[in-house]
């Protein structure tokens, strides 16, 4: 059999055209396969037309008009035949097909801004490292372990106080020293409360024997003391501008104002048992009291009677903590049994949101750039917990101290929290992040270098 694959030697015989070569296909060989690789994007079938993107106007009229081989057999004069030319033109804009199998193809993904002339590129935030370890400890022994008491405040002049027994040292985080501000007698200590005022030109020590000093942090020097009008120890003081709370150990408290001698304001008999915590408002208009009588007292400036009694802890309520961004919102934990952070609107006498951390909550401190709070713990876990806000989800966990953390507190600008546990040690932390809005430069509120375990005494 010819196949027609060799050309003929005969002239005479009729020649054999032979296939290209591009066009040949094998007898035995399948034709080429489509790709099995299923196609990134699918618009619809091969043979069933896509209602959705057709014209059906336009599909009508295509088949009313007259085909071609018809119109040759009119006689059309060219004007005519311009006119139609012109009106499809103008009709189908330039197209000829009834049915649609697939939609349009989508617009392509603009890669660059609109504005051609922006060259702004937007930053990268880094990822944020919470540290497991304290930047720098310092050895507290013989450390009181009650948490009716307030042992830490840092002033806004950067000097963080601390009470050691009978003593109340200060140490300046800006160049790291460490100076003695007095030491009580043994008949009036030890002491059990400090408290800077707003402008660090006083600092408020609370003592065992019920009395209040008020010290010059400049020249070392007495003030001023209260005495006689407490019963208890002083384990609580907050300050309102001029005004100094005091809550001692019989439940009492009471508002002096510093500037005048008749100093006592206002006082407040609710409590059953020790103040363990007081906190004014930013707005300066609520105090809040926590008591070891498991309850929580909100005060208006312009009643002599609370606002609210909050009854549902169920231990020792000795973390307060004001929203920074929220004037009406405190948060509060509970003691050893309690175990539960608690949010509280102030205006309705609500609460809003109750989490159990598994742990007593000592002390908590929301962070003043940003939504978050770190709380104090005590039994089990003995640990120091980040939040995030409002959603409450755990953002980190320090677990470094070995026993109850009772004391916390912040430095002026936010970033570095200061914590003191029974296990004897004083640590700093660089926690919170620093706030472009207020917060510029981290110089000004930097903690100087300290030795490690450096002994306060």
Known sequence: MDLGLSGSSN????????????NRVHP??????????????????????????????????????????ERKSEIVSPSKEAYRKLLADTMLQGRSRILSFSNQSPAPIQSFPNDPCSTQVQPIRKLRRIPQKPENTFALPYMIGDNRLNLLDWGSNNVLAVAHGNTVYLRNATNGSVS????????????????????????AIGLNNS???????????????????HDGFVGSLAWNNYILTSGDGDGTVINNDVRIRSHVVSTYYDHLDAVCGLKWSPSGNYLASGGN????????????????RFNNHTDTVRALGWCPFQNDLLASGGGETDHCIKFWDVNSGTCLNSVNTGSEVCSLLWNNNGKELLTSHGF????????????????????????????MTQSPDGCTVASASEDETLSLWHIFEKSTKRCTSRTSHAVGPCNMYSHIR
């Not at 002239?11 to 591009?22: I, K, L, M, N």
């Not at 007698?185 to 030890?190: A, I, K, L, M, V």
């Not at 089990?380 to 109850?404: F, G, R």
Request: charged share 20%; with cysteine; aromatic share 8%.
């Open 11 to 22: 002239s005479s015989e009729r020649s054999t055209r032979v296939p290209d070569a591009t």
């Open 28 to 69: 035995y060989r399948h034709p080429p396969l489509a790709s099995s690789r299923p196609s990134s994007r699918s618009y619809g079938d091969r043979f069933i037309p896509n209602r959705s993107a057709m014209n059906m106007t336009l599909a009508q009229g295509l088949l009313t008009i007259p085909r071609k081989d």
């Open 180 to 203: 003695e501000l007095v030491t009580v007698p043994e008949t009036s200590g030890p002491v059990t409360s400090v408290s800077w005022d707003p402008d660090c030109r006083r600092i």
């Open 211 to 229: 009395h209040i000093l008020l010290y010059d942090p400049t020249t070392n020097n007495k003030i001023s003391c209260f005495h006689g009008i």
């Open 293 to 308: 009588d498991n309850f929580i007292y909100i005060y208006d400036a312009s009643r002599s009677t609370p606002l609210h």
């Open 380 to 407: 089990p876990k003995n640990q120091l917990a980040l939040w995030k806000y409002p959603s409450m989800v755990q953002m980190a966990e320090i677990t470094d101290h070995k026993a109850p953390v009772l004391h």
